[in-house]
């Protein structure tokens, strides 16, 4: 059984930062385009960004943009998300999931998904 862990959420302060990371096991994650995607209470599944198997391409949400950053290091097997200033609006839990690359960036439908980690952002 293939899997993602996601780890490093917690509770941070409004303006904070918080980097998560998504770990693979079973399988190597070089191959795969890896997004990260978030959803709140009451909320749709929201799409926040996404890497190329090699890391040379991302993508953003219009939410996330200039705030997130999506990196991957393939020796560890990991991807990660950096995410600085910190808005309430971002609390929700955070996923990672893995597709086979077949040339689209971002594509709609992935694979494999990991548990979540929960990210909190309050005074």
């Known amino acids: 059984q293939l899997q993602l862990v996601e780890s490093g959420g917690g509770l941070v302060q409004p303006g904070g930062s918080l980097r998560l990371s998504c770990v693979a096991s079973?399988?190597?994650?070089?191959?795969?385009?890896i997004g990260w995607f978030r959803q709140a209470p009451g909320k749709e599944r929201e799409g926040l960004s996404c890497i190329s198997p090699s890391g040379g391409t991302t993508n953003y949400a219009n939410s996330v943009k200039g705030r997130f950053t999506i990196s991957r290091d393939n020796s560890k097997n990991t991807v990660y998300l950096q995410m600085n200033s910190l808005k309430p609006e971002d609390a929700a839990i955070y996923y990672c999931?893995?597709?086979?690359?077949?040339?689209?960036?971002?594509?709609?439908?992935?694979?494999?998904w990991g548990q979540g980690t929960q990210v909190t952002v309050s005074s």
């Open positions: 999931a893995a597709q086979i690359f077949t040339g689209i960036m971002c594509p709609k439908e992935y694979a494999y």
């Open positions: 079973r399988f190597t994650l070089d191959g795969y385009t």
